[in-house]
């Protein structure tokens, strides 16, 4: 299990519940675990209040992580992470005087003292963390991190003997790799996490990449595992839209240069995937964090033959990343319990031999199947309605989008769970709320109404015969009408943003590594400094002319998410996507849309006109069901008609059982 930050290292008596987060993955079946970055020292930290390992009370504390891992059989390392210039505070320090462009502070440039004392603090951090009884520590060399940054010259301006060379700018990992070994004896693992394609400017090359390998592993390391671009980097390297295992190239590259076991990284979500990285050789281990935040088991599963019950990690980023940035704990959109295992614990019916209480949930979009198969998990009978022809919701719309096709292994999931756990599904159905009324159905207990959402209507006066057709979302991803040559999209959310996407990608072009590289400029031959330099980017697109508008001022997209956003407002513009601001939509005319902005009406050719204005939830028979006194509670977009917030759903979903 790759290292993944949750939060809970920073938060009080949060190491209690860290150790039940990594107990249920040690149980679940994982051999090795990597905790998330713990700083050396106050400056390295990522933030004011975060982690770090210094002191031996602090070594005390984390005692209660290592025996909860152990009980199991398995082995867990501490990451030592020195943030350097990416650290969020005013004290951060770095190589040299240059500010990253992720962050608003100028970090110091440290000293030779200060590099020295640096150096020593990660030595005093491994061997705190082998008395706290960690099995070993993942010196973190990647990412754009302090010891990364004194490896590249983009960020490495001394001329001291930590600058200047190669040689010489890869002085300070080794150092810190080989004091370490010495420090805490030869049985230690020690993983060092090698940047191997920095994809930023002035980066690596391959052949520096190799030398630094082999220097790694004669200075002492355990395990080579691989890092995959900086933060900074404008190169998607683990979100949904980069394709499975894009990256195992790079770690079968580097495998035939060194003798000690390399980890394969990134994008890596099931057990097909990992067996194929290692029958093709292409590394010794596989290294998955995200994967274990959705489900806990996964490992158990994968051994015995139960792949389709695994609860896939669908890269979205939403739960896990982009709460870490803002430091909020972790979570997982599509396993509500991570990080909160003592918060929300699943608790069985006690029956003492008696039937089942029954549960109805009437809507089969994510927050119903969630609903259902938590009451089904717990022990209740259970009967799951939906009115369409087959499960999933908003997620079946989801999927279709380019770069988005992993939404489908969430339904996927939740079909195979609800099966096996023998809960009544009927499709094709409205659950009979007149029964209750009447007292036909005195055995359901609850009902949970999961109805979801519906797009909302815009009236929009037409004038002419000729004019543009006015679709919804849902009408153009499900396949119902098709898209034209010319569109205009009036909505710059979310889905906005994913209709766009869906327009401007060519018509049944599966994602593969060899397009994903060559669309974002990345050498598949490793050659390219970095990766990424003087290689051009391939932009195919579909043809079509798509124009994007908003009724408010500003920017497009500023609700995407913090970690992918950026991806989708790349895409589109790499698309060629016109945007438009501060738009009153008047009417529609043979030759368009006539709308206003800032008080001159304008004519935006289109031949279609997808409306992405927002949701209305679906609430028709709740009325009915409210006269009947039967307990219900409302969930997901039923409850609120949020902009498709697939994690609030499931959650509530999860939430809406786990109380009853």
Same mark, same amino acid.
């Given at each position: 299990?790759?290292?993944?930050?949750?939060? %809970?290292?920073?938060?009080?008596?949060?190491?209690?519940?860290?150790?039940?987060?990594? +107990?249920?993955?040690?149980?679940?079946?994982?051999?090795?675990?990597?905790?998330?970055?713990?700083?050396?020292?106050?400056?390295?930290?990522?933030?004011?209040? *975060?982690?770090?390992?210094?002191?031996?009370?602090?070594?005390?504390?984390?005692?209660?992580?290592?025996?909860?891992?152990?009980?199991?059989?398995?082995?867990?390392?501490?990451?030592?992470?020195?943030?350097?210039?990416?650290?969020?505070?005013?004290?951060?320090?770095?190589?040299?005087?240059?500010?990253?462009?992720?962050?608003?502070?100028?970090?110091?440039?440290?000293?030779?003292?200060?590099?020295?004392?640096?150096?020593?603090?990660?030595?005093?951090?491994?061997?705190?963390?082998?008395?706290?009884?960690?099995?070993?520590?993942?010196?973190?060399?990647?990412?754009?991190? %302090?010891?990364?940054?004194?490896?590249?010259?983009? &960020?490495?301006?001394?001329?001291?003997?930590?600058?200047?060379?190669?040689?010489?700018?890869?002085?300070?990992?080794?150092?810190? =790799?080989?004091?370490?070994?010495?420090? &805490?004896?030869?049985?230690?693992?020690?993983?060092?996490?090698?940047?191997?394609?920095?994809?930023?400017?002035?980066?690596?090359?391959?052949?520096?990449?190799?030398?630094?390998?082999?220097?790694?592993?004669?200075?002492?390391?355990?395990?080579?595992?691989?890092?995959?671009?900086?933060?900074?980097?404008?190169?998607?390297?683990?979100?949904?839209?980069?394709?499975?295992?894009?990256?195992?190239?790079? !770690?079968?590259?580097?495998?035939?240069?060194?003798?000690?076991?390399?980890?394969?990284?990134?994008? =890596?979500?099931?057990?097909?995937?990992?067996?194929?990285?290692?029958?093709?050789? +292409?590394?010794?281990?596989?290294?998955?964090?995200?994967?274990?935040?959705?489900?806990?088991?996964?490992?158990?599963?994968?051994?015995?033959?139960?792949?389709?019950?695994?609860?896939?990690? =669908?890269?979205?980023?939403?739960?896990?990343?982009?709460?870490?940035?803002?430091?909020?704990?972790?979570?997982?959109?599509?396993?509500?319990?991570?990080?909160?295992?003592?918060?929300?614990?699943?608790?069985?019916?006690?029956?003492?031999?008696?039937?089942?209480?029954?549960?109805?949930?009437?809507?089969?979009?994510?927050?119903?199947?969630? #609903?259902?198969?938590?009451?089904?998990?717990?022990?209740?009978?259970?009967?799951?309605?939906?009115?369409?022809?087959?499960?999933?919701?908003?997620?079946?719309?989801?999927?279709?989008?380019?770069?988005?096709?992993?939404?489908? +292994? !969430?339904?996927?999931?939740?079909?195979?769970?609800?099966?096996?756990?023998?809960?009544?599904?009927?499709?094709?159905?409205?659950?009979? =709320?007149?029964?209750?009324?009447?007292?036909?159905?005195?055995?359901?207990?609850?009902?949970?109404?999961?109805?979801?959402?519906?797009?909302?209507?815009?009236?929009?006066?037409?004038?002419?015969?000729?004019?543009?057709?006015?679709?919804?979302?849902?009408?153009?991803?499900?396949?119902?009408?098709?898209?034209?040559?010319?569109?205009?999209?009036? *909505?710059?959310?979310?889905?906005?943003?994913?209709?766009?996407?869906?327009?401007?990608?060519?018509?049944? #072009?599966?994602?593969?590594?060899?397009?994903?590289?060559?669309?974002?400029?990345?050498?598949?031959?490793?050659?390219?400094?970095?990766?990424?330099?003087?290689?051009?980017?391939?932009?195919?697109?579909?043809?079509?002319?798509?124009?994007?508008?908003?009724?408010?001022?500003?920017?497009?997209?500023?609700?995407?998410?913090?970690?992918?956003?950026?991806?989708?407002?790349?895409?589109?513009?790499?698309?060629?996507?016109?945007?438009?601001? *501060?738009?009153?939509?008047?009417?529609?005319?043979?030759?368009?849309?006539?709308?206003?902005?800032?008080?001159?009406?304008?004519?935006?050719?289109?031949?279609?006109?997808?409306?992405?204005?927002?949701? +209305?939830?679906?609430?028709?028979? @709740?009325?009915? @069901?409210?006269?009947?006194?039967?307990?219900? !509670?409302?969930?997901?977009?039923?409850?609120?008609?949020?902009?498709?917030?697939?994690?609030?759903?499931?959650?509530? *979903?999860?939430?809406?059982?786990?109380?009853?």
């Amino acid at each position: 299990m790759g290292s993944i930050h949750t939060g %809970l290292e920073e938060e009080k008596g949060g190491l209690a519940k860290l150790a039940a987060f990594f +107990e249920e993955r040690a149980k679940g079946g994982v051999g090795l675990i990597i905790t998330g970055g713990v700083a050396p020292n106050f400056a390295g930290r990522v933030s004011p209040w *975060g982690a770090q390992l210094s002191f031996k009370f602090q070594a005390r504390r984390h005692e209660v992580v290592t025996s909860a891992v152990h009980r199991h059989g398995a082995k867990i390392c501490l990451q030592i992470l020195h943030a350097g210039r990416y650290a969020y505070h005013p004290l951060q320090v770095a190589p040299s005087r240059i500010k990253a462009p992720i962050n608003p502070f100028t970090p110091w440039p440290l000293t030779g003292f200060g590099v020295r004392r640096t150096i020593r603090d990660f030595v005093n951090c491994a061997r705190l963390a082998q008395d706290a009884g960690y099995d070993g520590v993942e010196i973190m060399g990647s990412e754009g991190y %302090l010891l990364n940054q004194f490896i590249a010259a983009r &960020t490495n301006k001394r001329t001291d003997r930590y600058g200047g060379s190669y040689e010489n700018r890869i002085r300070m990992p080794l150092e810190v =790799i080989e004091l370490t070994r010495k420090a &805490t004896g030869g049985g230690f693992i020690i993983v060092y996490r090698l940047s191997m394609l920095d994809l930023v400017p002035e980066g690596s090359d391959w052949g520096e990449i190799v030398t630094l390998a082999r220097a790694a592993e004669r200075a002492g390391a355990s395990i080579l595992n691989t890092g995959i671009g900086w933060h900074e980097a404008r190169v998607p390297t683990i979100a949904t839209s980069v394709p499975r295992a894009a990256f195992s190239k790079v !770690t079968a590259k580097i495998k035939s240069e060194i003798k000690i076991p390399v980890a394969a990284v990134n994008r =890596i979500n099931m057990p097909a995937v990992a067996e194929s990285i290692l029958a093709k050789g +292409e590394a010794d281990l596989v290294t998955m964090a995200r994967p274990f935040l959705a489900d806990a088991e996964f490992m158990a599963k994968a051994r015995a033959g139960r792949d389709s019950e695994i609860n896939t990690c =669908i890269a979205c980023n939403q739960a896990c990343l982009d709460h870490v940035f803002v430091g909020k704990r972790a979570n997982c959109l599509v396993n509500p319990r991570a990080c909160y295992e003592t918060e929300m614990p699943l608790r069985p019916l006690q029956l003492n031999g008696g039937k089942p209480p029954r549960v109805w949930v009437i809507g089969g979009g994510v927050a119903g199947m969630s #609903a259902a198969l938590t009451a089904a998990e717990r022990g209740f009978a259970v009967t799951l309605f939906e009115a369409g022809p087959r499960l999933g919701g908003q997620f079946n719309l989801a999927q279709v989008i380019p770069g988005k096709e992993e939404f489908l +292994e !969430t339904t996927r999931y939740y079909e195979t769970r609800l099966k096996l756990l023998g809960v009544d599904i009927r499709l094709g159905a409205r659950a009979p =709320i007149g029964e209750l009324a009447t007292g036909g159905t005195q055995s359901v207990a609850h009902v949970i109404w999961a109805t979801g959402v519906r797009p909302r209507p815009i009236e929009l006066p037409r004038e002419g015969t000729r004019g543009p057709a006015v679709v919804s979302y849902s009408a153009l991803l499900s396949g119902e009408v098709k898209p034209a040559k010319r569109v205009a999209i009036i *909505g710059g959310g979310g889905i906005g943003f994913d209709v766009a996407e869906f327009l401007t990608h060519p018509e049944g #072009a599966a994602p593969t590594v060899d397009g994903f590289f060559a669309h974002w400029g990345i050498d598949p031959d490793l050659r390219a400094r970095s990766g990424t330099a003087g290689m051009s980017r391939k932009i195919h697109g579909s043809g079509r002319e798509v124009t994007m508008l908003q009724r408010k001022d500003g920017p497009f997209g500023r609700t995407l998410g913090k970690t992918t956003g950026w991806i989708h407002r790349a895409s589109i513009k790499d698309q060629g996507v016109k945007q438009l601001s *501060g738009v009153l939509y008047k009417r529609v005319i043979d030759d368009g849309l006539v709308v206003s902005i800032q008080g001159e009406e304008k004519v935006i050719p289109c031949d279609q006109i997808v409306v992405c204005a927002g949701q +209305e939830s679906v609430v028709e028979g @709740l009325k009915e @069901l409210e006269v009947t006194g039967v307990p219900f !509670t409302v969930v997901g977009g039923a409850r609120l008609a949020g902009e498709l917030d697939a994690k609030r759903a499931i959650q509530e *979903g999860f939430g809406s059982v786990a109380r009853i």
